[in-house]
């Protein structure tokens, strides 16, 4: 599952560095204390704690604790929730997709115009309200032709749904 790209992105951004996987690839083998994580990684302790607290957080990961009556400290005993990174990834690639055909939505209805010196970009509207002039620098604002940005837009959104569906192939059998 870890190998999967989106499996992979989701989690290198929790774990804030691809180095750090192994934590949850040693909760995926099935060990599940902090300690041994930490043993077979040879990652700190207190960076996989770090690590498995980000992932409860989110919900991807769970936790028992347990109490050895002897020496009466905690033990915590750790679960990789799959079903619930599946989840992340469909609402995540769900999102990003609506986000992409709102902006593919406002580029292909409207028309912009940009700050020949690069500070702002503005729709017709905008553009009309500053007298299509920058409001930073007070240059004339020029017409942008976004056909580009469109094609780039209908791109991303081509690979989105690829990988999204993909993804969704490969986890919801």
């Known amino acids: ?17 691809e180095s750090n996987l192994p934590i949850v690839q040693s909760l995926l083998d ?9 043993e077979k990684t040879g990652i700190k302790l207190n960076i996989v704690r770090k690590i498995l607290y980000k992932l409860y957080d989110l919900g991807l990961a769970s936790y028992k604790r347990s109490k050895d009556p002897e020496t009466q400290w905690f ?10 990174v599946i989840n992340r990834i469909i609402k ?5 997709l609506k986000m992409l055909n709102d902006e593919l939505e406002r580029e292909e209805n409207h028309m912009f115009f ?16 500053y007298e299509f002039m920058c409001p930073v620098c007070g240059e004339e604002l020029e017409f942008q032709d ?13 690979m989105v749904e690829s990988n999204f569906n993909s993804f969704n192939e490969k986890n919801r059998k």
């Open 1 to 17: 599952m870890i190998n999967d790209p989106l499996v992979k992105t989701l989690l290198t951004n929790v774990v804030e560095d």
């Open 146 to 158: 976004n056909t580009e940005t469109i094609k780039q837009i209908k791109e991303d959104i081509k």
């Open 114 to 129: 940009i700050c020949p010196q690069g500070h702002v970009r503005l729709d017709f509207d905008d553009s009309s309200d």
């Open 92 to 96: 995540d690639s769900e999102d990003y």
């Open 30 to 38: 099935g060990i599940d204390t902090d300690e041994e994580i930490a």
């Open 75 to 84: 033990t915590y005993t750790w679960t990789f929730e799959e079903e619930e």
